[in-house]
């Protein structure tokens, strides 16, 4: 889309210079089919396609021409800004997506260990004996838990940043 935008302002820009000394450009063919582009008249047995007057601008016109590409920029500038709210708020969408899932995988995770530690520490000679089990289980379950928060803070900093470029865009509208 960008290529797209630069392209046609060079286009617009290209298309706006104005061509000193150029009153008139012949478009003509030759008795032998070539194409020809030029400032002086053809010769009496070529074919014109079109003949082009051009005038010289006035500053009048050129202060035109500059305050429509000032007014086309400033517009695109608009644009640029609303595409990248759009993309700072799909990506706090992920973010909040990836949260709630950390957070869900987290719990389950918690449920399941939890289920597993009382399974293996309800006497005294299992807690001997899985101690070490039981602890990697639990030091497991407290990093889903960190990781989970670690993505609900990443979904909130995108969730800001989203904002953040709503309200710019607000100011520039104003």
């Known amino acids: 889309m960008k290529y797209f935008i630069a392209a046609a302002i060079l286009l617009f820009s290209v298309l706006t210079v104005s061509m000193p000394g150029a009153q008139k450009l012949y478009t003509w063919t030759d008795e032998n089919?070539?194409?020809?582009?030029?400032?002086?008249?053809?010769?009496?047995?070529?074919r014109v396609e079109e003949?082009?007057?051009?005038?010289?601008?006035?500053?009048?016109?050129?202060?035109?021409?500059?305050?429509?590409?000032?007014?086309?920029?400033?517009?695109?500038e608009?644009?640029?800004?609303?595409?990248?709210?759009?993309?700072?708020?799909?990506?706090?969408?992920?973010?909040?997506?990836?949260?709630?899932?950390?957070?869900?995988?987290?719990q389950q995770e918690y449920e399941d260990n939890k289920a597993y530690i009382d399974k293996l520490s309800n006497r005294k000679w299992k807690r001997k004996k899985f101690r070490k089990r039981i602890t990697r289980l639990k030091k497991e379950t407290e990093e889903n838990f960190a990781?989970?928060?670690?993505?609900?803070?990443?979904?909130?900093?995108?969730?800001?940043?989203a904002e953040q470029g709503k309200q710019s865009?607000?100011?520039?509208?104003?």
């Open 33 to 46: 089919g070539i194409l020809h582009i030029t400032e002086t008249p053809p010769p009496k047995n070529a």
């Open 78 to 106: 608009k644009y640029d800004q609303r595409v990248q709210t759009q993309e700072a708020q799909l990506k706090a969408k992920e973010a909040e997506e990836e949260a709630q899932k950390a957070k869900a995988q987290a």
């Open 169 to 174: 865009n607000r100011e520039i509208v104003k």
């Open 51 to 76: 003949v082009t007057n051009y005038k010289e601008r006035t500053p009048e016109d050129e202060a035109a021409r500059r305050q429509r590409n000032e007014e086309f920029r400033r517009k695109l």
């Open 147 to 161: 990781e989970a928060e670690e993505a609900a803070k990443r979904a909130e900093e995108a969730k800001a940043k």
